[in-house]
């Protein structure tokens, strides 16, 4: 059967496919998860600083959209094609599990915000909330496999139906806003200088990665696009957006109540704001919202990383099975991994003392990787000056400064995580990789490069030590 997409999507639809991706969970809990951190200055500070580097980003994905349109799945096509299949690998892995512990993540907080009405759903990773959650689970799956057209079209409307309580919640808090309380609120609401802020600015840095992960939305999907310029377009407007609401969800607050009463306030803390200013009903329509924006983005991610696994076959970098389409034009081997996968995440969850927290931070973790390699790739080409030729060299350069500065963020956030999170996805790295050295025997080829079997065997020390750390005790779940 053929692989061609027979269906085309537009600017606007791939540009949903991004708010789609990045509206999330994560919007839902910033009053709370930065008031915990600092004040309105810090927060400021904080999105300049993750805003800066994930719009740079952005715009490695735009030119590298426009500069390299034979490579049709960009989450893992540059770094294969800049820096050897191996590597390419990595970022399709890296990427694909991301999403995966993503996708359990929503559904761990949905159960924990239904857990405040029933309390067997606890925080999400009771047995009651993970039987429930795996039924929604394959429910979508199923719903699925019917088309991606369709998927995407019902991405559409739920795109718009969870933007709604959040332009709601915007400008209501907007209208009880108060000066004086917000001037208050600045430093942090204590007696705090300028190294203080950076402290608490630090705290809030990976939380900015999570609530970010969606950025490549469009550049997954290219191979659908109408016009390949749509791409750059719908990933740059998408995250400019995107990070505007971020930023009045994140500061509104400090104007209606003071800081220490939005960080007590149970997850989402978006409810207890919107509860405190109109009252119970608030906190019901923003729980609402919640729901149907973590569904919506847990539909849109699935389709990211099936179709992620589904190109990387086609790149053999796994094996071919995961190339296979169903009837609907749905990779259906791939669909059925990533949702098997995410089963099993979610047993995991089970055994979790922070279930929220942990696969929160470790998708930050995973997807940062594959982030890195697509910046090293961008700046691979200005430096290289590939594919620059015939253009000026003032393009050039500013296209340099731009892999700069997302490269070097990309690795300093990698950096803020800690070992801990890097020794864990080296515990998921070390096993992922016999899908590459199946599909390397697939073609006969040789496994590794001395330089990938370098790399490969510091993963397998990092997966050992790792263990060793979980069964001693030295890293808790």
């Given at each position: ?12 639809t791939?540009?949903?496919m ?34 800066t ?24 096509t ?46 999400g ?10 039924v ?32 709601l ?21 204590g ?122 076959s ?8 995961f ?28 055994f ?31 430096f ?63 496994t ?30």
């Open positions: 059967m053929s692989t061609e997409p027979q269906q085309h999507l537009t600017r606007t791939m540009m949903g991004v708010v789609g991706s990045m509206v999330g969970a994560g919007i839902f809990s910033l009053p709370a998860t930065f008031a915990n951190a600092t004040g309105p200055f810090g927060a400021l500070i904080a999105w300049g600083i993750a805003g580097g994930m719009l740079m980003l952005a715009f490695v994905f735009q030119t590298l959209a426009v500069r390299k349109p034979d490579l049709d799945a960009g989450i893992f540059y770094p294969k094609d800049g820096f050897g299949d191996y590597i390419g690998f990595m970022a399709a892995f890296g990427f694909w599990a991301g999403s995966c512990l993503g996708n359990t993540t929503y559904f761990v907080l949905i159960k924990s915000t239904l857990g405040a009405a029933i309390p067997a759903f606890g925080e990773n009771t047995i009651p909330a993970v039987a429930v959650s795996s929604i689970l394959w429910s979508i799956h199923f719903m699925i496999l019917r088309g991606v057209k369709q998927a995407a079209a019902i991405n559409r409307i739920v795109t718009v139906a969870k933007i709604i309580p959040i332009i919640f915007i400008i209501i808090v907007a209208m009880a806003f108060k000066k004086d309380l917000f001037v208050d609120n600045f430093w942090g609401g007696d705090y200088d300028f190294s203080d802020v950076m402290s608490q600015v630090r705290r809030t840095m990976l939380v900015t990665v999570f609530v970010f992960i969606g950025v490549e939305g469009a550049s997954v999907f290219s191979r659908y696009a109408k016009n390949r310029a749509d791409v750059g377009w719908a990933t740059v407007m998408g995250f400019i957006g995107v990070l505007c609401l971020m930023i009045l969800v994140t500061l509104l607050p400090y104007g209606v109540l003071l800081r220490p009463e939005i960080a007590a306030m149970r997850q989402p803390s978006m409810a207890g704001v919107l509860q405190a200013v109109v009252g119970t009903w608030g906190a019901v329509f923003v729980s609402a919202g919640l729901i149907v924006s973590v569904l919506g983005a847990y539909l849109a991610w699935t389709l990211l990383c099936a179709e992620a696994l589904f190109t990387a086609k790149y053999d970098l796994v094996p071919k099975v190339g296979r389409e169903n009837q609907n034009g749905v990779p259906s081997t791939a669909l059925w991994l990533t949702n098997s996968l995410v089963q099993i995440f979610l047993i995991l969850t089970i979790a003392r922070y279930a929220f927290d942990l696969t929160l931070e470790l998708t930050s973790a995973m997807t940062l990787i594959p982030y890195l390699l697509v910046a090293g790739y961008g700046l691979k080409l200005a290289t000056r590939e594919t620059y030729e015939s253009d000026p060299a003032r393009l050039r350069n500013r296209e340099l400064i731009v892999g700069i500065i997302a490269t070097l963020y990309t690795f300093f956030m990698i950096l803020a995580g800690g070992i801990v999170y890097v020794l864990l996805a080296c515990i998921l790295f070390a096993p992922g990789t016999l899908l590459f050295i199946v599909a390397r025997r697939e073609l006969n080829l040789r590794f490069t001395s330089k990938e079997l370098i790399l490969f065997s510091a993963i397998v020390v990092g997966a050992i030590i790792g263990i060793y750390s979980l069964v001693t005790g030295a890293i808790v779940l």
